[in-house]
């Protein structure tokens, strides 16, 4: 089974540029979620959609950010316009519906420098 | 607010030498804990659930425990390639929402 995977790697572009990051869930898993790891400090959630719902936005830091997950499937997070405080790691993970506590499964992350 | 605190921060250890890594949380209501390996450039691993005190769980060289309070990763007789940032989360009330930990830094000498 594949995991969750992320594109691209890394991305590196200059303040008020626009950066798209993609993120393909587990197959089957209804569920997904965007967190970032900003350097030194703990990785904290920005959002969850439940197929192509957004079930919770709290994490999310501004209105320069914008996700999406169009037919319930893969999922966008675009920056707009980027600023030297979103430089960080951006982790998505997926999880299946069911009762009980959920557990996550992540995929290996788009690293993102505005200089 | 949840937090989560583990410690130390970062563990040197030689091969063989056995090791546990500290998990503190404050919840309100656990639904659940979580640990995750980590390595350079690579996304959390998921380890283990942890969901009431007293649970404990094994993989390999890694033990995991819980109290009200706090978790325990215990490592026996490691090996270099356990070398990796260990995080722990929890999940409390209703929320699917998990509070990270900073994690600890564990490398392992042969």
């Known amino acids: 089974e594949a995991g969750v995977t992320q594109f691209p790697s890394h991305s590196v572009i200059e303040k008020g540029q626009t950066v798209t990051l993609r993120c393909d869930p587990i197959?089957?898993?209804?569920?997904l979620y965007w967190y970032r790891r900003v350097m030194g400090k703990e990785i904290k959630f920005l959002l969850h959609?439940?197929?192509?719902?957004?079930?919770?936005e709290s994490g999310m830091p501004n209105n320069r950010f914008l996700a999406e997950r169009t037919g319930g499937t893969y999922s966008t997070l675009k920056v707009q316009p980027a600023e030297l405080e979103d430089s960080g790691v951006y982790f998505c993970?997926?999880?299946?519906?069911?009762?009980?506590?959920?557990?996550?499964?992540f995929g290996p992350g788009t690293r993102l420098t505005v200089l | 607010e949840d937090q989560v605190t583990q410690s130390p921060e970062a563990l040197r250890l030689q091969e063989g030498e056995s090791s546990s890594l500290n998990c503190s949380y404050t919840?309100?209501?656990?639904?659940?804990l979580f640990w995750y390996r980590q390595d350079p450039g690579k996304g959390p691993e998921f380890l283990f659930t942890?969901?009431?005190a007293g649970e404990e769980k094994e993989k390999e060289r890694l033990k995991a425990t819980l109290t009200k309070k706090e978790s325990f990763l215990h490592i026996t007789a490691p090996k270099p390639e356990d070398s990796a940032t260990y995080l722990c989360?929890?999940?409390?009330?209703?929320?699917?929402?998990?509070?990270f930990g900073r994690g600890t830094s564990l490398i392992v000498h042969p």
């Open positions: 993970a997926s999880s299946s519906t069911g009762g009980g506590t959920d557990t996550q499964y």
């Open positions: 197959s089957g898993h209804d569920n």
């Open positions: 959609f439940v197929k192509e719902s957004k079930q919770d």
């Open positions: 919840v309100s209501g656990l639904r659940g």
């Open positions: 942890l969901y009431s």
């Open positions: 989360a929890v999940q409390a009330g209703g929320s699917y929402i998990p509070t």
